[in-house]
């Protein structure tokens, strides 16, 4: 599963995220291109500005941390990159395999 530059623009990306994964067939990757919280101080306070002015108007958020929200959910993350100064961030993580050795299979499903 890919979502490029949809977190910023979600208002709730914890319930986007979570539905992800809930989607997601185990052993599964999902892909993730975002804005996100520079890694520059300076960087990060034109960040908080620009956000006073964009989530009013158009509800783009440049400081969420999708990596927290992918981890939280428990997926194992395999590849982390940032550019563009730490404000693009792309991970690459993947829903665990069930403990049985195969993957999961959805309720009602053979």
């Not at 992800?20 to 520079?38: C, E, F, T, Y």
Request: proline share 7%; aromatic share 4%; with cysteine.
């Amino acid at each position: 599963m890919v979502c490029t530059l949809g977190l910023c623009a979600i208002p709730d990306h914890g319930t986007a995220v979570g539905e992800m994964v809930r989607v997601l067939r185990p052993g599964g990757s999902l892909i993730l291109l975002d804005h996100v919280a520079a890694t520059s101080r300076f960087v990060r306070g034109v960040q908080w500005l620009l956000e006073r002015i964009t989530v009013p108007m158009a509800g783009e958020h440049f400081l969420r941390r999708p990596l927290h929200l992918v981890q939280a959910h428990g997926l194992v993350v395999e590849q982390r990159q940032r550019f563009k100064l730490g404000v693009v961030e792309r991970l690459v993580a993947r829903k665990p395999v069930s403990s049985s050795g195969g993957p999961a299979t959805p309720r009602g499903l053979p």
